[in-house]
């Protein structure tokens, strides 16, 4: 009971906890650089693999390699921003050019070679609301 | 410091403590703020006046899938289960020396723990309040025992604070409540808060203030035998001639604020990590074995489900039947429970409503990464005396988890050496290799254990976006999508009812599994049965 005031002021400054069972980081890493390998290497290969190939597992990793709906730039960056299916959103991990960085670098390896690059103020048109996508933290 | 203070200073303190009442109070201002709402699990459905002979046909053999098996078959419905995997019991899962795991990508680990060490790769703590799963393991007989949330005596640890060495968690938690306390007398005692508080009330503040904080008469937190009674001693009290203690030094409250570390308090304070919790004896998945006895003849394993059809007359359900070569199956019932995780849903071809298929759409999973790191040695009770419990970091792996089991033991053990969530560094686990993730934990855990190197065994580190049969953790709902697409998802639909963590309110607790399914066994069989 001598935890009281303590357990109520710290309630005031609630950290990034889940209500789920999560990992209660007790800092969030902020991912600075604009470099589209470096991205892709921390965030997408996790599921679409080192190889932009992706996976089949009960169901599949879409592969980015030679991956028809990246003809036109707006849809990665729309998906990247917004999540798809069980693809979580990166929006609020990822500003403008860290999104147009990473869709580029993706359009052009992997066997990928479109010539068009996606300018950051067209991933601004894609972005998701703040409070569509704002995780339900207690 | 002379022994008749000491003795005084006990007994202050102790008087201290009895007049102050808070846990009700602590309760009730926890609840208003959202933060205490257990699970509202009280009893095991009572399923009347089921036709005999209906049948249901589930999806997926975790904790949702075989709760209902378990409660449907109880009471005459004919049930059956097609599991992807060669084994039952979904994400309730645990890994022993000799598995092998195979991840997306195609890295194969095999598990190089030591006889009876095991590591949960899922989940691994049940809340006291989470009444449902307890109800379950109470009536299969699944021994439980605590699992060691808050340990005093492990650490926190943040690489720009205090040199990057770690810190005691009560320490910083007993230097907290006292800077904290002192501020707040200090601008009490400055009537700063006068127009916010009475004299009376100002009386019992300055008291609670006094006792919760280890203030002195002065309202100063400060070294003293009554502060060390909760941070420790620099010489603790012994016995003969070495009976007099040496009091400590409270870290500077300028560090402690700056350190950011009383984050941890925070976490250790939330309703679902406080004590009682508990695990059971020998792995999580004794309660998916538990169920798996139960269901003797009902789970069909190796059947990879790719398209689930309802009509008027019944559900038919497409699956490549991997146990007898691969042959393409159709299995037909009255009705469908589907707890195949969204990630993979969202992926079949399902018959369902626009609104459900939208829901099914919606929701993102979390990457999450465990690492279980096999020691030669328990150093961590043997050479700093931490006996279970969580040491938390700013560090990737965010915290070490000490086994709270066989404690004193003497042999190899294994404790949780990473628990990443969905952050970036989540990601960039996932997209390494397995030997990566584990050389990466060990290199941010020994910067907290200095015997981390010397005394490493083996590991198992498991990303859960690559794992094949769930591609991803759990549902990461968002505020705007439970609102658009919750109850749409939850609705039975027609003859197909949804079920799983991602269908609850507890996401990402077993829980939230079991409660998902007996939510929508009552949807079905008020259906099935006519009532309603």
Redesign the interface.
């Known amino acids: 009971?001598?935890?009281?005031?303590?357990?109520?002021?710290?309630?005031a400054?609630?950290?990034n906890?889940?209500?789920?069972?999560?990992?209660?980081?007790?800092?969030?890493?902020?991912?600075t650089t604009t470099d589209g390998r470096v991205l892709y290497?921390?965030?997408?290969?996790?599921?679409h693999?080192?190889d932009a190939k992706g996976?089949?597992?009960?169901?599949?990793?879409p592969a980015l390699s030679g991956n028809p709906k990246l003809a036109s730039s707006s849809y990665p960056a729309y998906v990247v921003a917004n999540?798809?299916?069980?693809?979580?959103?990166f929006a609020d991990?990822l500003s403008d050019s860290q999104i147009a960085a990473i869709v580029n670098y993706v359009r052009t390896h992997f066997g990928n070679h479109y010539t068009d690059a996606l300018k950051p103020s067209d991933v601004t048109k894609v972005r998701p609301?703040e409070?569509?996508?704002?995780?339900?933290f207690? | 410091m002379p022994e008749h203070e000491t003795a005084a200073t006990r007994r202050q303190l102790l008087s201290r403590?009895g007049a102050?009442?808070?846990?009700g109070?602590?309760y009730q201002?926890?609840t208003s703020?959202?933060?205490a709402?257990p699970s509202d699990f009280v009893n095991p459905p009572k399923l009347s006046g089921a036709r005999p002979g209906t049948s249901v046909l589930i999806l997926g053999s975790g904790l949702a899938g075989m709760v209902a098996a378990y409660e449907l078959q109880k009471v005459g419905y004919k049930v059956q289960i097609l599991e992807?995997q060669n084994r039952a019991g979904g994400r309730n899962f645990s890994l022993r020396g000799g598995d092998t795991f195979e991840e997306?990508?195609g890295a194969v680990q095999r598990v190089g723990f030591a006889q009876g060490n095991y590591f949960n790769p899922g989940?691994w703590?049940i809340p006291y309040h989470h009444q449902a799963v307890l109800h379950y393991c109470r009536t299969l007989g699944v021994e439980l025992e605590p699992f060691v949330q808050v340990n005093h005596n492990a650490y926190?640890h943040?690489s720009t604070a205090f040199s990057g060495a770690p810190q005691r968690y009560r320490v910083v938690?007993a230097d907290?409540?006292g800077y904290?306390?002192e501020l707040?007398a200090k601008s009490v005692n400055q009537h700063a808060l006068d127009n916010e508080i009475s004299a009376d009330e100002r009386e019992h503040i300055l008291q609670?203030?006094k006792?919760?904080?280890m203030l002195d008469a002065s309202y100063a937190y400060k070294k003293s035998d009554l502060t060390s009674m909760r941070r420790g001693y620099e010489k603790p009290p012994g016995g003969g001639l070495d009976g007099p203690s040496v009091t400590s030094t409270p870290l500077s409250r300028g560090d402690i604020f700056s350190s950011?570390?009383?984050?941890?308090?925070?976490?250790n304070?939330?309703l679902?990590h406080q004590t009682s919790m508990f695990q059971p004896v020998g792995g999580m998945d004794q309660i998916g074995k538990a169920f798996q006895k139960q269901l003797q003849n009902v789970i069909n394993l190796r059947c990879?489900v790719t398209a689930i059809h309802q009509d008027d007359s019944g559900v038919s359900v497409t699956y490549t039947d991997d146990a007898h070569g691969s042959a393409t199956r159709v299995a037909k019932a009255d009705y469908c429970i589907c707890t195949?995780?969204?990630?993979?849903l969202?992926?079949?071809d399902i018959q369902v409503s626009g609104s459900m298929r939208a829901a099914i759409?919606a929701?993102?999973?979390?990457?999450?990464i465990k690492v279980g790191l096999e020691f030669n040695r328990r150093f961590w009770e043997e050479d700093e005396q931490i006996y279970g419990g969580i040491s938390?970091?700013?560090l990737?792996i965010?915290?070490i988890s000490y086994p709270s089991t066989k404690y004193f033991s003497n042999g190899k053990a294994v404790l949780l050496g990473a628990?990443?969530?969905?952050?970036?560094?989540?990601?960039?686990f996932?997209?390494m290799t397995p030997a990566e993730r584990i050389e990466a934990s060990i290199a941010s855990g020994e910067k907290i254990h200095r015997q981390y190197r010397k005394e490493y065994s083996s590991g198992v580190a498991v990303?859960w976006?690559?794992?094949?049969?769930?591609?991803?953790c759990?549902?990461?709902?968002?505020?705007?999508?439970?609102k658009d697409h919750y109850k749409n998802l939850c609705t039975m639909d027609n003859r197909i009812v949804l079920a799983g963590e991602h269908a609850s309110?507890?996401?990402?607790?077993q829980e939230g599994s079991v409660l998902s399914s007996i939510n929508a066994i009552e949807q079905l069989h008020k259906r099935a049965s006519g009532v309603g």
Request: with cysteine; glycine share 8%.
């Open positions: 009971m001598h935890k009281l005031a303590l357990m109520l002021i710290a309630l400054c609630l950290p906890v889940a209500w789920a069972d999560s990992a209660d980081a007790i800092t969030t890493n902020k991912l290497q921390t965030l997408c290969q996790a599921c693999m080192a996976a089949e597992g009960a169901a599949h990793f999540g798809f299916g069980g693809m979580p959103w991990k609301s409070e569509s996508i704002k995780p339900i207690d | 403590i102050v009442a808070g846990a109070a602590l201002a926890m703020l959202g933060h709402a992807y997306l990508g989940p703590r926190v943040s938690d907290y409540s904290v306390s707040l609670s203030l006792s919760c904080g950011g570390l009383w984050q941890a308090i925070s976490v304070s939330l679902n990879k195949i995780p969204l990630s993979i969202s992926q079949l759409a929701v993102p999973y979390a990457p999450a938390f970091t700013d990737p965010t915290q628990y990443l969530w969905e952050d970036v560094q989540a990601f960039r996932a997209g990303a976006s690559r794992v094949p049969w769930a591609m991803g759990s549902s990461i709902w968002s505020e705007q999508r439970r309110y507890i996401g990402g607790w």
